[in-house]
């Protein structure tokens, strides 16, 4: 069974670009949530979506949006870059909503860096 | 009150040691408490979690104590191995509750 795919695994950007990352979660998994990890910050919760409904939304501006298709893959969009977003983003699947204390299965990430 | 406090923010054991990583909470309406571990270039992989209707559990060299009165969790590692350096990250959720995390343990284990 394959695991959490997350592309691009690493892309360079510039301030002002815009940035699309990609997430294909286990076949079978309806959940899929997004983190930003950077170095001393830990996992700060970005999205969480089921079933192409956004459910949850963490404390980030909305220059980060993202979506979930209906084959359950997602997308997250960062516009207008800046320096800070540089990090990595993980995506998690799992079958029920977190909340729902269902094991979350992470990909390894996209790591996003802005110059 | 949707908080989890991890402590420490890292931590050097050596080899054969019991590394302890301590987590707390506020929300007594969480009742699902993960432990997730990552070692560097990988996503978090949940290593061990427990209920609050026990006070510990173990999996292999890895144990969970529950103190439910403390609102308090912490992940002792027996017989601590190289291996085992990685960031080590609590959380905690409940039925209506999305997972809340703590903010990361950095564990090295010293040959």
């Known amino acids: 069974k394959a695991g959490v795919t997350q592309t691009p695994r690493y892309l360079i950007k510039t301030r002002g670009q815009q940035v699309t990352l990609s997430c294909s979660p286990i076949?079978?998994?309806?959940?899929v949530s997004w983190y930003q990890q950077t170095p001393g910050q830990g996992l700060q919760f970005l999205f969480e979506?089921?079933?192409?409904?956004?459910?949850n939304k963490g404390n980030f501006p909305g220059r980060f949006s993202g979506r979930q298709f209906s084959n359950s893959r997602s997308e997250m969009n960062v516009s207008t870059l800046e320096l800070g977003d540089s990090a990595l983003y993980l995506c998690?699947?799992?079958?029920?909503?977190?909340?729902?204390?269902?094991?979350?299965?992470f990909g390894e990430g996209s790591r996003l860096t802005v110059l | 009150q949707q908080q989890v406090k991890q402590s420490p923010q890292s931590l050097i054991v050596q080899k054969g040691g019991i590394p302890i990583i301590n987590c707390a909470y506020e929300?007594?309406?969480?009742?699902?408490f993960p432990w997730y571990q990552q070692f560097p270039g990988k996503g978090p992989a949940l290593l061990i979690a427990i209920r609050p209707d026990v006070s510990e559990k173990k999996e292999g060299r890895f144990t969970i104590s529950f103190n439910k009165s403390a609102k308090q969790f912490s992940l002792h590692i027996m017989d601590s191995q190289p291996g085992d350096s990685a960031t080590y990250f609590c959380?905690?959720?409940?039925?209506?509750?999305?997972?809340?995390w703590g903010a990361g343990t950095k564990l090295i284990i010293k040959p």
């Open positions: 929300n007594t309406a969480f009742d699902y």
């Open positions: 998690a699947s799992s079958l029920d909503p977190p909340g729902t204390t269902g094991e979350l299965f």
């Open positions: 076949s079978g998994h309806r959940s």
């Open positions: 959380a905690a959720s409940g039925s209506n509750y999305q997972l809340i």
């Open positions: 979506y089921f079933s192409e409904t956004q459910r």
